[in-house]
């Protein structure tokens, strides 16, 4: 088996198992170190036990390199494969296989761990038929925000990975397109953080609050309505902010007037994200419950860091299903042109 594939494929796994950061970084960070060489080089050190003195192998994933090399599975990933055979969430299978793509990912060009060629990778791999890029906005700084200039770069990026993809090489799975976009902070005056000129050019916009969510109500709704109302705007994304679980601890829903917040998203044709991410689960129930009697429509995303966070739909689907969220409304179960005639409309 490949050793870097290998070694990928555990990540994978571990991500989305939600393993410590450290741990999948060990190995996203050792096939990093030995994807330049080729695979005969890889071999040969293996064998020799030259490779255990190279930076970014430690002695775990030497073994899988070794067993990998070796012509088998890796043990390890064996194991893994075995777990994750498992879905992860119980309910909402129906409304998982219709959905097509994902609108809310991150890359290591702003939080995300994996480069982006990685994301589209494991999106193939779960059979996605798009995924949006949506790295964060500048005044998200200690997310590494891109400024106007680093997105532009980024669109050149976007548009030679699908241009790969469809000649049949870089991107490993042709079918997956990746899809220009932005999680862009809706900003304390309720204006949008990116250059207009730019969000012009992007498929998606996903805007979301970041800071300041302690506000009170009123200036909450304030606030989100100007991210609601801007042009751009597609998706409305975490509305909530809440955290209910994890690492970074828990923190409550922020306050806002949800009726008029949804009506807003449903007259100005922005759909309501069921965020998937185990810590959010944003909106809460009573909230996806507002929505649907507002006419919301509903875009259930990832939001991953990276490339296992991605089957993190499961989850979302599981909560739309649980809601009551007719197939339809949501739109990450329509075929990508469709989907993309509705967000230039908007
Ligand atoms: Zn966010
Ligand atoms: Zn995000």
Redesign the pocket.
Known sequence: MDAVAALNEIAFWLERGRAATFKVQAFRKAAAAISPLPPEEVAERARTGRLKSMKGIGDRTYQVIQQAVGGGVPDYLADLREKGAQPLATGGAAIRNELRGDLHSHSDWSDGGSPIELMVAAAGVLGREYLALTDHSPNLTIANGLSPERLTRQLDVVAEINADGQSGRGNPDSRVRLLTGI?VDILESGELDQEPGLLDRLDIVVA?V?SKLRADRKTMTRRMLGGIQARHTNVL??CTGRLVEGSRGTRPPSEFDAKEVFAACAEYNVAVEINSRPERQDPPDALIQLALEAGCLFSIDS?AHAPGQLDFLQYGAERAARNEVPAERIITTWPVDRLLDWAAAT
């Open positions: 999680e979301s970041h994304g975490h939001d």
